[in-house]
């Protein structure tokens, strides 16, 4: 981002948790963390020339004094089910603390904090955006069944080309899967990010700009403001790339010809015996091909979903989403070596980044890595900024061109530093925000 004179504008963020059991309390104590971190990396910092009777001493800096509350432009809150019943206070205690021109929370069933994933026990995480220049807009949406059957989503926002969507949705009510296909087919250029997190089954609890809900979605659109999407997958392939011939909704009826149980016990014949325990582990997943215009596939071309269940009456295997005949699927098992290398080589291609968001599978975290915090701790070392976001039930974000509905993966919004790049006697022309994935 760049002033209307051209020069660059830093953007900020801070993060903290509070794990005290007070609800009241943890809102307090996060929020007044992320005020001082605020203000501190918000404060101007003014150059004192040295001593005129010593030449040779370099200037120093000394930082101003902040005449003003710290700007905060959103704010982003994650709290564990222990304070599911307390969101609203929460949230009210936090805008008090912060005076955000937006806030935006939810009721995971785990939070991340800087370094830190809490799957038990109470907790409140507050982080904090200071973007002079963007534009944030907040939504909710809802769902409505009509008599006549289906699902119609309600309240969704315009989006412009360019813009980043960012979204905390109800996995029991929202159909996220079709309305991310949806919306990557009548709004091209938009990026959604996000994931579904809730405290349980009726135990979902959201809340935008003071209002608490107990359904569907809210989220902000973010515009002008330099964002870059990481996704990286819990997963690694087995066999080969193979062609659906038979399905029917969710039901993969057959494979490459052959009754789809039958293909994949096949497949399960052939695992070594350390696939054999992965798959014992963690369950057995099916990728789906979403660019099918290449001669080979990676791991980052496919779109995961749980196999949920082998009907060997019918041959049919029932995953996690609808499939077309048509589709290239691929079979694919938990891979914490994988996982761990992915993400980190994600993460090294990211810029000087000001803040990040992370939305993680609940099917990674110490099920996987068989130790605490992996995910965050890696974007906080890798990224060098304090991380907040929650354990997720599904996560948003891109796929070639689109955005879908991803699942055990983790999902990383990086919020860009602007670096000023221009030669020292060229100011050269401002430039606007951008997107990529």
């Known amino acids: 981002h760049r002033s209307r004179e051209g020069t660059v504008v830093p953007v900020h963020t801070a993060a903290a948790l509070s794990r005290s059991a007070d609800a009241g309390v943890a809102a307090v104590e996060a929020a007044d963390a992320v005020a001082s971190r605020l203000a501190q990396r918000a404060r101007p910092v003014h150059t004192v020339p040295a001593e005129s009777a010593r ?16 700007r905060c432009d959103l704010v982003v809150v994650t709290v564990t089910p222990d304070h599911s019943d307390h969101l609203g206070d929460v949230a009210a205690a936090i ?64 989006t412009e080309p360019g813009d980043v969507t960012l979204v905390l949705a109800d996995p029991h009510d929202l159909p996220a899967s079709e309305l991310a296909v949806r919306l990557s087919e009548q709004r091209p250029g938009s990026l959604l990010l996000g994931g579904l997190v809730s405290g349980g089954l009726g135990r979902s609890r ?8 107990s359904d569907g979605a809210v989220g902000v659109v973010l515009r002008d403001i330099d964002v870059t999407a990481l996704l990286s997958m819990g997963c690694s392939s087995i066999g080969r790339p193979v062609t659906v011939t038979d399905a029917v909704e969710d039901r993969i009826l057959a494979l490459a010809g052959e009754p789809a149980s039958d293909y994949l016990d096949r497949l399960l014949a052939s695992l070594s015996v350390g696939d054999l325990a992965r798959l014992e582990k963690g369950g057995l997943q099916i990728g789906t091909v979403v660019d099918e215009v290449r001669d080979e596939y990676h791991s980052g071309d496919f779109q995961l979903r749980h196999v949920l269940a082998i009907d060997a009456d019918t041959g049919a295997l029932t995953v996690g989403d609808r ?12 891979d914490p070596i994988h996982a761990g290398a992915d993400l980190a080589a994600r993460l090294r291609t990211a810029g000087p980044a000001a803040g990040a968001l992370l939305f993680s599978s609940v099917g990674r975290g110490v099920g ?32 070639g061109a689109r955005s879908v509905l991803h699942t055990f993966t983790a999902a990383v919004t990086v919020f860009d530093q602007p670096v000023d790049e221009r030669p020292e006697q060229d100011l050269g022309p401002p430039s606007g925000g951008g997107v990529t994935g």
Request: aromatic share 6%.
């Open 55 to 70: 030449p040779e001493a370099p200037e120093t800096t000394t930082a101003a004094a902040p005449s003003d509350p710290p």
């Open 206 to 213: 959201f809340v935008v700009d003071g209002r608490v809900h």
């Open 323 to 334: 499939i077309l005949p048509g589709s290239t699927v691929q079979f694919h098992l938990p």
């Open 95 to 158: 805008e008090a603390r912060l005076e955000p021109g937006v806030l935006l929370g939810a009721v995971a069933s785990g939070v991340i904090g800087p370094g830190v994933e809490v799957a038990d026990g109470p907790a409140v995480v507050v982080w904090a955006l200071a973007a002079p220049g963007g534009w944030v807009q907040p939504f909710r949406v809802w769902t409505l069944r009509p008599v006549s059957g289906g699902v119609t989503v309600v309240g969704w926002p315009d």
């Open 368 to 399: 996987l890595f068989e130790v605490p915090d992996h995910d965050a701790r890696s974007v906080q070392d890798h990224l060098d900024v304090e991380v907040a976001g929650a354990v997720t039930e599904g996560e948003f974000g891109p796929l």
